[in-house]
Structure formats: C-alpha cells, structure tokens
C-alpha cells in the first residue's frame, strides 16, 4: 500500500519544542507556498513499518542468490561499508581546499586516490588511470573521448570503430556519442571468440579503434588478443578493452601487457562495490604512456616533499567528465578491498570465479544446451532452445526461478545465441548455494517436458506475475494498487 493510504490527517511522528527566536517571512512573498505541502500524515511507528515492509519486497544478494550474466551482481564485504563510513573520510566536503595550507584537510583523501591509481597500473599493466569516471558506461565514453582526441592530435582523420558481436552492448553507444560510426564483426561459432578472417577484412586505414571485451559476452577468454592488437596497430587504430570481467583474469592475464591502448575497469564486478544501477557506481580508466595527456583533470601528483595535490595542467586532456574527483567512497572501498585480499587474494578471485562458473556449466549442460563446447571463465551462456519444443523459452525458466527464490540470470543477451540465458555465480557463493540453482534449473528443465503451462504460468508467488511490459511503458498508472483490483497479479496496472 503507498504510504499516502495509511495517512492520517493530524497524525505527526515528531515533536518539536516552541520556537524561542521570532519567526521571519525570510523568503519573499512570491516564493512562498499558499498551502501546506500535500505529504502523508503518520506516526513514527507507521512509517518505520512502511519502509521495513518496503525493504522486504527487494532482492538482493543479502537475501538471496543473484546469478546475473555480464553484470556481476557479487558480496560487497560490509567491512567494507565500515571503512567508507568513517568521519575522516565520509565527513570531507569537496569543496575544503587541495592547494592552500599544503592541503593538509585532504592528504588521506588524496593519498587513496593516487596509491588506487598507482595499484590499478599494476594490476593492469598500464602506465596511468584516472578513476573520474562515475560507471563502466561512462568509463567506456571516456577512453573513446581519449581515442579520439589522440586521433585528433595527431591529424588521423579516422571515421569508424570495429566492435564484435560478442562485445558489450554499451560498446556502440560509446563509440558513436565520440562521432564514430561502428562496424559489426561476427564471432566464429566454433570457437566462441572473434573471427580473425572477418576482423582482417573488415579494419581499414579509416578504422581509429577496435572494441575488444575479454572475456567476451559467452564467458571465453581470447586467446588471440595479441594478433588483435598487431592487426589494429598495423592501420593505426587503437585497442580499447572492455575491463568488465577483469574477476575472471585477476593476476592471470595484465591487458597492458598485450599492447592493449586503453581500459575501463567495472569496480562493482572486479573489485566489490555497488552496482553502478544501484548506485553509486565507478569507471576507472587506464592507459598506456602515448594516451596519458589525455587523461580527464584534474590528476593527483605526489609532490617532492610526499603530499599530494590536484593537477590541472594538462593541455591536451579531454576535460571534465565528472564533478569533483568522481565517487570517492566506491574507489575508497575498492582500494581497501585490495589491500584486504593482497596479490594472492585478487588470484584466487579469478580462480574461484572461473570453478564456480564451470562447475554450474558442467552440471546443467546435458539438460540445455551449451553453444559452444568448450570450458568457460568467469560466467557461462546456456540456451533453451531445447525447451522450445515444448513451448517453453528462456523467459519462462527465468520466471519460474523467481518462485524458487533465485533471482533470474541474463535472458536473451549475447544476441548470438538464441534463447541465451547467461549465467554468473561469481566467486563468492558456496558450492551449497550452486548446488540449490542446479537442483532448481533441473527441475524447470524437466517441467519443461511434463507440466510446461507450470512454466508459462510463473511467478506465483509474487505480488505481480506476467505484466504488459510494453504498456507499462506506454501507458504507466502508478496508482497501487488499483481499487477494482480483483486480485494480486492486478495490483499494478
């Protein structure tokens, strides 16, 4: 029930003492309302019970598994949550001076920002980053702007970028809003990663970058991203790297040292912080020596006497992408996971991420089907085209998942894989939580043949079941619930 349904008129949840200074008008007259604003009356128990209830109907990893494909929705530690928390840092005002009085009221401040950078070089194999970006979309934007003001600089008038069929979906977007067109290249469907024939056709003098996500979208890992790299290089294009599922190749594999040009990292999939939808979220970018001046300002520099202060003279830099220095307290739990796990930890990341996701693999691929047959690194595509003779699709599986208490994996993306359900346990859960999903995705795959209008008719157990998606959209009715509403699955027209 909205909360305005439980008001009151009269009821209050404070109670506050008799003003002991005169009362003022203070804004003029015309700023002033006529009426009292139309908020909902209730004691401090009501509300208190409206928004515990509210808190009960999310789904989160706290509640529940979250086997989300390409986003990675994994632990976020709550220590974590503790160090953010701490007045010395959640206390800071952006605007306390970085330059006056030797910036003495943000050294820690600065200090995380320039060792995170210093450990993402590392980490990466790249020469510099910057973490102004406020998501991996915006950090994608960010190294195709650097792209195309290297190009710009140094006179290439480049036109197009190349992005696979198997790369993120907000590549293009990108590439186009830096005043690129995109060219499409297909994967080779036995091997799951780009096809290099294809790529060598389709680069050109008028390519300036080629897109490369590694692992791609089918949780395959590119052996052959060094021939990438010679291809572009070969017509003066660069190679931008889709971080996203850098928790599949921890310590394993440093893009830099690939002769990748520019990354994104996604702090949310690698390095446990918020999702970016859930907000607030962080994009850091790296590159190698011949992009940093054009890296956004300002830039952290450790001075001679080891103080830190904000750098704004970078002439050929990009500019601002973000206000401030980006969201400090999502790298600031990133830094500090890092610390926390050390060079061994950040190993057995990848290498627990990629046994959880070949153990799910391994344990559901003789009851769908598996595109390509070979083993998988951080997460896994299945498709439920076996299901479909039974009128049975991937959006059914998904929805009858919710009724098991799981939160539904990716449907429908990679769209070169029909039916595709991309699956991503992470390494965080138990083999007990896995074995739960398996046991579950089983039991739907052999519905699928028995009782497949159980399917269609799922969820059950939730207040909404099947809504008209594209009305909801065209034709939203945010009264809830509706007063005619003749039960639950109406509630939300």
């Not at 290439?156 to 060219?183: C, F, L, Q």
């Not at 994967?187 to 680069?203: F, Q």
């Not at 897109?211 to 979208?217: E, F, I, K, V, W």
């Not at 040292?257 to 939808?277: C, Q, S």
């Amino acid at each position: 029930m909205l909360i305005f349904k439980q008001s009151q008129p009269g009821r209050t949840g404070v109670s506050l003492p008799a003003g002991d200074v005169p009362e003022t008008a203070g804004l003029p007259e015309s700023y002033r309302r006529a009426q009292e604003p139309a908020l909902p009356e209730l004691s401090e128990l009501d509300v208190v019970r409206h928004f515990t209830w509210l808190s009960r109907r999310n789904f989160g990893l706290d509640t529940g598994f979250y086997p989300l494909g390409s986003c990675t929705m994994k632990y976020n530690p709550k220590i974590l949550e503790r160090i953010a928390a701490r007045p010395g840092f959640a206390d800071l005002h952006p605007f306390l001076p970085q330059l006056r009085h030797g910036g003495r009221l943000v050294q820690g401040a600065l200090m995380v920002v320039y060792e995170f950078e210093r450990l993402l070089c590392e980490i990466m194999g790249m020469d510099a980053f910057t973490l102004h970006p406020m998501a991996g979309a915006h950090g994608e934007l960010t190294g195709m702007m650097i792209i195309a003001a290297y190009h710009r600089d140094h006179g290439n008038r480049k036109t197009e970028v190349i992005i696979p069929d198997e790369a993120h979906g907000t590549n293009p977007s990108s590439a186009a809003i830096a005043g690129y067109r995109t060219r499409s290249v297909p994967t080779n469907p036995a091997t799951g990663i780009l096809d290099l024939a294809a790529l060598e056709s389709a680069v050109t003098d008028d390519t300036a970058a080629i897109m490369l996500t590694n692992p791609n979208t089918l949780g395959i890992f590119n052996d052959q991203v060094d021939r990438v790299v010679e291809i572009a290089h070969r017509h003066g294009a660069l190679v931008y790297y889709d971080g996203a599922n850098l928790n599949a190749v921890l310590g394993k594999f440093r893009p830099g040292d690939a002769g990748i040009d520019v990354m994104h990292v996604n702090l949310h999939k690698t390095f446990a912080t918020p999702h970016g939808g859930g907000g607030p979220g962080a994009g850091p970018v790296g590159v190698r020596r011949h992009l940093a001046d054009y890296l956004p300002i300002s830039r952290v520099v450790k001075r001679s006497d080891s103080t830190y202060t904000l750098d704004y003279d970078y002439p050929k830099s990009i500019g601002y992408v973000a206000p401030f220095y980006g969201n400090f307290m999502i790298y600031l739990r990133a830094y500090a996971y890092t610390l926390l796990l050390g060079a061994r930890g950040l190993v057995e990341v990848s290498e627990n991420a990629v046994l959880n996701a070949n153990y799910v693999m391994h344990r559901l691929k003789d009851v769908y089907d598996l595109p390509v047959q070979k083993s998988c690194m951080h997460e896994f595509v299945l498709s439920a085209r076996r299901q479909n003779a039974y009128d049975v699709h991937a959006l059914d599986i998904a929805k009858a998942l919710i009724d098991r208490g799981f939160h539904p994996p990716t449907v429908y993306f990679p769209l070169v894989v029909p039916e595709a359900m991309m699956i991503e346990p992470t390494e965080t859960e138990s083999r007990e939580t896995l074995d739960r999903f398996i046991d579950a995705m089983r039991e739907l795959a052999a519905l699928a043949e028995k009782d497949p209008d159980q399917l269609r008719r799922a969820p059950v157990t939730t207040p909404i079941s099947r809504p008209d998606e594209v009305r909801a959209a065209k034709a939203m009715d945010f009264q809830y619930p509706p007063e005619d509403s003749p039960n639950d699955n109406e509630r939300v027209r």
